[in-house]
């Protein structure tokens, strides 16, 4: 089992930036890939990073170049940094970790808006 507990949501001005956090527990060791999604009302959860076991990172091109996948393995941390926001850009942002097993787990979401 991995639980995650995301935090850094607010709200902030259109060209501000904020960071957010997805702090991980339990198996760990399990985890292959890390990622973050974000969804708003009546639309279907929207991929927007990744990070792989090996590293390498992906981005959807709604946030290339703005935004950055990390991770700080003693802290068992993710992280999102995301700059230059659009209002487009507001939603709930949820983290997502699969073991290797293929097991996938998510946090409780934590609300970006960005006001224009």
């Known amino acids: 089992q991995v639980q995650l507990v995301e935090s850094g949501g607010g709200l902030v001005q259109a060209g501000g930036s904020l960071r957010l956090s997805c702090v991980a527990s339990g198996s760990t060791f399990s985890i292959n890939t890390m990622g973050w999604y974000r969804q708003t009302p009546g639309k279907q959860r929207e991929w927007v990073a990744q990070?792989?076991?090996?590293?390498?990172?992906r981005y959807a091109d709604s946030v290339k170049g703005r935004f950055t996948i990390s991770r700080d393995t003693v802290k068992n941390t993710m992280y999102l940094q995301m700059n230059s926001l659009k209002p487009e850009d507001t939603a709930v942002y949820y983290c997502?970790?699969?073991?290797?097993?293929?097991?996938?787990?998510w946090g409780q979401g934590t609300q970006v808006t960005v006001s224009s």
């Open positions: 990070l792989f076991s090996g590293g390498g990172t």
């Open positions: 997502n970790m699969v073991t290797t097993s293929l097991l996938n787990y």
